[in-house]
């Protein structure tokens, strides 16, 4: 999924400033992928030249501070984010995890260090899947295609958490058989 379709997207939903955008993107789609604010913004200027978006200034609050920038989707938007909702999606799922990458090579570090990442990974996601359990009422006004996507977090969420605790066991488990378990797997 592109970020400049995720953008259009929630601008369906309602106007949002560039800084609610990534809230929303980091909150609900944090799973598949990271931003920062340059993207966002590097892509909000891209569909505002292209004339996908159109961006008002709002004046500040009572209280001070700087104009706003708030964003809304363009009639010629919507057509563009309509063509890409119809058209065939990539058929490859991508599981961007960086503690994954690390996973994989932990036979070559200390077992110990292993476990302590193991068990903060453990932490996050029961956190993760606290919060989308509480979340899962609230996107069910939002329709069936938001609620299924949250249902699909919240089961994909149980079961990583299933599969490090699994891991985690495992682990433990080597750690006790002795250190020739640690040994690095021979080079080919």
């Not at 994909?156 to 750690?175: D, I, P, Q, S, T």
Request: glycine share 8%; hydrophobic share 35%.
């Amino acid at each position: 999924m592109g970020i400049r379709y995720a953008i259009l997207g929630l601008l369906n939903y309602e106007d949002l400033h560039g800084y609610r955008i990534k809230e929303h993107i980091e909150r609900n789609f944090g799973h598949m992928w990271s931003i920062n604010y340059g993207q966002i913004y590097q892509n909000l200027k891209r569909l505002e030249d292209e004339g996908l978006v159109k961006m008002v200034e709002v004046a500040q609050s009572e209280n001070g501070g700087p104009r706003k920038k708030l964003y809304c989707i363009t009639e010629e938007g919507r057509a563009e984010f309509s063509r890409w909702l119809a058209s065939s999606p990539d058929r490859q799922m991508l599981l961007r995890d960086p503690f994954l990458t690390r996973f994989v090579f932990f036979d070559f570090g200390d077992p110990e260090d292993a476990l302590r990442l193991i068990d903060e990974q453990i932490e996050s996601y029961e956190r993760q899947l606290d919060r989308r359990r509480e979340n899962t009422g609230r996107w069910k006004q939002y329709g069936t295609y938001v609620r299924l996507t949250s249902e699909l977090g919240v089961e994909f969420n149980e079961m990583y958490l299933g599969w490090l605790k699994r891991a985690r066991g495992e682990v433990e488990r080597r750690m006790r058989a002795g250190a020739k378990a640690w040994e690095a797997p021979p080079k080919r």
